[in-house]
């Protein structure tokens, strides 16, 4: 059951010394006010924090829909004792308040970045949900949707795939299927999938063409709650019938809205492609750009070749995007910098690439 879920002989690993407390996985499937929809190796349950778990004030917050937790099944729930590390966490930053950042799902593999070909093509909002996409630890694609209805996607996916530097970007359509093959391609079985996107753009309607009948049959479940009284229970995790996941929660859909409207100046994505380009030529592979000798970046920036203000502009949205993460959410720390090792490394394969190309 559990493997349907994500789970891999990595997590088997790192739950060891859970299992020898006489723990069990299981993945948060939905959370509502202070009860949490679990799957575990024998099925669905009803989770609820232990009083420990309340009272030690866990730093990286409650569990999110997303998150594997080590629970003590008994009878019909369980109790959750822990939240196990995230390999991903997208976190909602409360505007100008000074509050702490949300942590709103978890452990997303791939993060659909959907924009319409029908009139939605917006570069700063998708390099802003690329940024997104980054911050959280997921690998992004972007989905040009309503191909139906654009004659000729080719320009705009050529013109979308310029600002995204490397990041795939295909054009597909939930009315007559062109693009969903492609897309299969990165709905492999156990992966988690969100869709990130303006209203409108056909992320409802995407997720209904991928899941077919199964939506309708899992989405809303009807099921007693604690005092016997029937509730219907949105399920936020949901089982496509390829073996993916898509999470889809009221939090992420907020998180979306709040993207879009956020606007952006930074050309994140431009520069992170330019900085990776220069730092082929640094004299160390893990080279931080900063006193390092040998440094091709500080090079760069001394003979004018990289503009001064991109690069600050770069540092400082690659530095906000970090401590969002950072800051907010411990456990993603070892996430993070395995994602920046990974989009570096991806730099430097994207810039091979294009040279083999150009030869
Ligand atoms: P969401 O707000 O992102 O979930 O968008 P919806 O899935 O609700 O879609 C918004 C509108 O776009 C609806 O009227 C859909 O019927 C329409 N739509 C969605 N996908 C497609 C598509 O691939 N082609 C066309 N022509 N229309 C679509
Ligand atoms: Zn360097």
Redesign the pocket.
Known sequence: MLTHYGWSDALQHDFAPYAARGLAPARVTAQHRGLWRLMGEAGEMEGRLSGRFVHQAFEGGYPVTGDWVAVEPHGEGATIAAVLPRASAFTRQAAGTGQAAQVVAANVDVALL?A?L?GDLNARRLERYLATAYASGAEPVILL?????CPDPAPLVAEVEAIACGVPVLA?????G?GLAALAGWLKPGRTAV?L?????????????LSGEARMATAAIREADAHGRHTTTHRELIALPSGALILDTPGMRELGLWQAEAGVEAVFADATAEVERLAEACRFRDCAHGREPGCAVQAALADGTLDAARWRSFQKLRKELAHAVRQEDPLARAAERKRWAAVHKAGRARTRAKREMDD
Do not use: H, Q, R
């Not at 597909?172 to 007559?176: D, E, G, K, Q, Y």
């Open positions: 959907t319409s029908n949707t309503k191909a139906d209805l597909v359509s939930a009315a007559n062109e869709l996107g303006s209203s409108g753009v056909g992320k409802s309607t995407l997720v209904n063409a």
